[in-house]
């Protein structure tokens, strides 16, 4: 009988963590969220990213996305899609990147700025871009915040930043949204290249 009561109260605590969470945020309804694992998933991205976002990074909060949220906006066809560029190192987005995505090349780098400028070029200022890396943990990559500053600087208006706090691998990939590339068929290795 303990036990069972244990269950219950577990039950009750995290009932009152997740329900004020789903009346409050915005981002959250039940028919966005398809699993209770996603619901979660979206929980632990938004805490992390109010203690992520530093006051000398150059977005605000409410210029970032979550999985979640760009997963939906690629999925609903009522909407129109945004840009997703990936603007890390060409290896990993040639093995996996988010379908439709296009390459925009390394920001860190001067040819990966050169790049970026192309794929944005004939697009219009107020376009939603959704630009990411996950090369590595969110703090540390050296792209995001340099692509960031480049399509502001640019003049676009409506740029996200996708939040993958440690990786595409894990953070996208790992929880189970589509993916596209070279991984993903059954060559995974361009035949022009010799072993």
């Not at 938004?46 to 997963?71: C, R």
């Not at 296009?102 to 219009?124: C, M």
């Amino acid at each position: 009988m303990h036990i069972l009561f244990a269950k219950f109260r577990v039950k009750i605590n995290t009932l009152q963590v997740i329900f004020p969470l789903l009346i409050f945020l915005p981002a959250f309804s039940l028919a966005q969220v398809s699993s209770v694992k996603q619901l979660k998933d979206e929980i632990r991205n938004l805490n992390l990213l109010q203690t992520s976002t530093k006051p000398n990074d150059p977005w605000t909060i409410d210029n970032i996305i979550t999985t979640g949220e760009l997963s939906n906006e690629l999925s609903n066809s009522k909407n129109q899609k945004p840009i997703v560029l990936q603007v890390g190192f060409d290896f990993l987005y040639n093995q996996e990147h988010i379908p439709g995505a296009i390459y925009a090349g390394p920001a860190s780098k001067d040819f990966g700025v050169i790049a970026l400028k192309k794929a944005v070029k004939n697009l219009d200022k107020d376009t939603k871009i959704v630009i990411y890396c996950g090369c590595c943990p969110w703090g540390h990559c050296p792209n995001i915040r340099p692509a960031y500053k480049e399509l502001k600087g640019l003049g676009y208006t409506n740029v996200k930043v996708l939040y993958l706090p440690d990786s595409f691998a894990k953070d996208w990939k790992g929880m189970g949204y589509e993916v596209e590339g070279s991984a993903t068929s059954s060559h995974t290795r361009d035949p022009k290249v010799k072993k």
